[in-house]
């Protein structure tokens, strides 16, 4: 059974700190890797996107791949608290019709 | 990026009422979507996985006969609440694949659903 695991927090950085958000994957075929940012009572909402091993920075993101480990990390550089949110990690295997695997997500709070 | 557009955003239904909430791709074609139900404060839950022009394929645990699903073209996927009760209160949010775009899944805004 895949799964995907995170630490559901409250994980809590000062602002203008770096938050770093961790995931782990079971699944040794998992081919994607996905962020998304979930504001209480919203629907979630793509940042960042990973295929290969290694790092990829998107303005303040950056994520972090490392398939022989089997995890998968976001780190926020400069937070804000805009940044507070439930961050999910999603895995995909690819092809099929299988969906995401999501973790639980882990719930950040930047402290102004 | 890609557009997933979900409608309403919020209904109220009386119980033993039937309400239909529909996804929709806006920018791509999209011939899997996903449907998930979210209570407050706990995670997403997959409810099924909709295919065009294909039966759905329900998740353990999820009555097909109560939320029917219907993906007849590729841009338009609807979730049927039948005969609804309290405890079918719910976030509701779709979520559609971009096979052209590294598979990667998109969200709608989602649905609250309240029965009263």
């Known amino acids: 059974q895949k799964e995907v695991e995170q630490n559901s927090g409250p994980l809590s950085v000062p602002e203008g700190a770096i938050a770093s958000l961790n995931c782990t994957y079971s699944?040794?075929?998992?081919?994607?890797f996905f962020w998304y940012r979930q504001y209480s009572g919203k629907s979630p909402e793509l940042i960042m996107s990973i295929y290969s091993n290694g790092d990829k920075e998107d303005g303040r993101f950056t994520a972090q791949l490392n398939k022989a480990s089997q995890y998968v990390s976001l780190l926020i550089r400069d937070s804000q608290p805009s940044d507070s949110a439930t961050y999910l990690c999603?895995?995909?295997?690819?092809?099929?019709?299988?969906?995401?695997?999501f973790g639980k997500g882990t719930h950040l709070i930047i402290q102004p | 990026g890609a557009v997933v557009s979900q409608h309403p955003s919020w209904v109220i239904c009386k119980s033993g009422t039937s309400v239909k909430i529909e996804c929709r791709s806006l920018?791509?074609?999209?011939?899997?979507m996903f449907w998930y139900r979210q209570f407050p404060k706990q995670s997403l839950m997959l409810m099924a996985t909709?295919?065009?022009?294909?039966?759905?394929?329900?998740e353990q645990g999820v009555e097909k006969d109560k939320f029917l699903i219907n993906h007849a073209s590729l841009t338009l996927s609807t979730l049927t609440v039948t005969s609804a009760h309290p405890e079918d209160s719910s976030f509701y949010i779709c979520s559609a694949r971009d096979w052209e775009w590294r598979d990667t899944i998109y969200f709608g805004e989602g649905s609250w659903l309240t029965v009263v």
């Open positions: 909709s295919n065009e022009g294909s039966k759905a394929t329900y």
């Open positions: 920018d791509f074609q999209a011939t899997t």
């Open positions: 999603a895995v995909n295997q690819g092809g099929g019709a299988d969906g995401l695997t």
């Open positions: 699944d040794r075929g998992s081919q994607s």
